[in-house]
């Protein structure tokens, strides 16, 4: 299995509800990431798990919450969003966290914040 | 501060032809090159990776070409398809022990029939 998983594909919800963005990956990788990315613009890195642990944040609001349960798997938990955050978010994977290492990227949630 | 310049932004060709994506970056030190194709609203997939020590990278219809010296790389797409309507994304990685990538704006190519 080469591929990243994202679930789900789209998501709708309000400024006060609850969700959770999923990524799943078989590939033994032991780094993954979350990017935001708006229309027209390239992708911004939010967080890099490497080993199961968070080793960066780059100044994320902390309504966006990731978790790493396990290596192969990646959430980001969201909790009262701004319509501003609707965005594409991708998830990806490498083997490992350093600069040489190719990143595989997931399809994509796409959220939008009403 | 690191960045990555691509041209043109956009480019509509028609269908059966060639053309010619630029990237010049000023990340340093520098690691390696990738191109990615994004199609609207789906994830980025990777079309080659290149080292400095690389001159040329081929992938199907696919040639990258990188100058390490004058810091420029090119990707060039041979005889389109309509397929081929996609973002083009030049990433640039710098050699830390750190997987932050400096992406470029991309080019948005329209291949038409």
């Known amino acids: 299995d080469t591929e990243v998983t994202q679930t789900p594909k789209h998501l709708v919800m309000g400024m006060t509800n609850k969700k959770s963005l999923k990524c799943e990956q078989h590939?033994?990788?032991?780094?993954m990431y979350w990017y935001k990315q708006k229309a027209k613009k390239p992708p911004e890195l939010m967080f890099v798990?490497?080993?199961?642990?968070?080793?960066i944040n780059e100044s994320v609001p902390s309504r966006f919450s990731p978790e790493c349960p396990n290596s192969s798997l990646l959430n980001l938990h969201l909790h009262a969003l701004q319509p501003e955050d609707s965005a594409l978010y991708l998830c990806?994977?490498?083997?490992?966290?350093?600069?040489?290492?190719?990143?595989?990227f997931g399809p994509g949630t796409r959220l939008t914040v009403l | 501060k690191n960045q990555v310049e691509q041209s043109p932004q956009s480019l509509i060709i028609l269908e059966g032809k060639n053309c010619t994506l630029q990237?010049?970056?000023?990340?340093?030190?520098?690691?390696?090159l990738r191109w990615y194709k994004q199609d609207t609203g789906r994830g980025p997939v990777s079309l080659t990776i290149?080292?400095?020590?690389?001159n040329t990278k081929s992938n199907g219809r696919y040639t990258a070409t990188l100058d390490a010296d004058t810091k420029q790389s090119s990707l060039h797409i041979t005889a389109s398809q309509l397929s081929d309507s996609a973002s083009y994304i030049c990433?640039?990685?710098?050699?830390?022990?750190?997987?932050?990538?400096?992406f470029g704006k991309g080019t948005m190519l329209l291949v038409s029939p």
């Open positions: 990806a994977s490498s083997p490992t966290s350093g600069g040489n290492n190719e990143q595989f």
């Open positions: 590939m033994g990788h032991r780094a």
């Open positions: 798990y490497s080993y199961e642990k968070l080793s």
């Open positions: 990237c010049n970056y000023t990340v340093s030190p520098f690691s390696n």
């Open positions: 290149m080292t400095f020590s690389e």
């Open positions: 990433v640039v990685s710098p050699s830390w022990g750190y997987s932050t990538l400096t």
